[in-house]
């Protein structure tokens, strides 16, 4: 019972730890560190300038790789350990839950990879920009409903080991 306490608290743990340094791609990434971020990409932006925005889009492509590799980690650890807690039916929904997440990461990245900066007048650099912020507010809620719900289970099943 303990193991499976610990193996809660350590997931609860990732979700709530905000990381101050990056970590090199391919290290876990949590929930809660994906959104942190993906809010710091969404909020670095400044509209219409197109040496800003070019130095931004490369950022934020990085970003999204890095995300996507460290999810899948995180994910990976998740299916592994928890099913023996969440059983079959649980266990389908949060490995539904983290194909979707990824899903949209690898769309959204093939999104920001497929446009092109040059030559865009002020107007339509702005129309990118706003595109880009709808897709990144799109996969921040994506990604906070999940590590919401996520959240809610393990407490409940953590407060029920304790008990």
């Known amino acids: 019972m303990q193991d499976k306490l610990a193996l809660i608290k350590r997931i609860i743990d990732e979700h709530q730890n905000i990381k101050q340094h990056v970590k090199l ?5 949590s929930d809660q560190e994906a959104l942190n971020i993906l809010h710091k ?12 925005i070019s130095e931004k889009w490369k950022r934020l ?3 999204m790789a890095f995300l996507e590799d460290g999810l899948k980690n995180h994910f990976a650890f998740e299916e592994k350990v928890l099913p023996p807690l969440l059983g079959e039916l649980l266990m389908q929904a949060l490995a539904l839950e983290h194909r979707e997440i990824i899903e949209e990461i ?4 093939s999104i920001v990879a497929n446009i092109s900066l040059e030559g ?10 706003a595109h880009i912020e709808q897709v990144i ?3 921040l809620q994506l990604i906070e ?4 719900r996520e959240e809610t289970v393990l407490g409940m099943i953590r407060s029920a080991l304790e008990k």
């Open 61 to 63: 492509q990085q970003t």
């Open 145 to 148: 409903g999940h590590a919401a």
């Open 25 to 29: 791609v391919g290290d876990s990434v």
């Open 120 to 129: 865009l007048s002020r107007e339509e650099l702005l129309e990118k920009e």
């Open 41 to 52: 990409e969404h909020s670095d932006f400044i509209p219409g300038r197109l040496e800003v």
């Open 137 to 139: 507010d799109t996969l």
């Open 106 to 109: 690898e769309d959204d990245k």
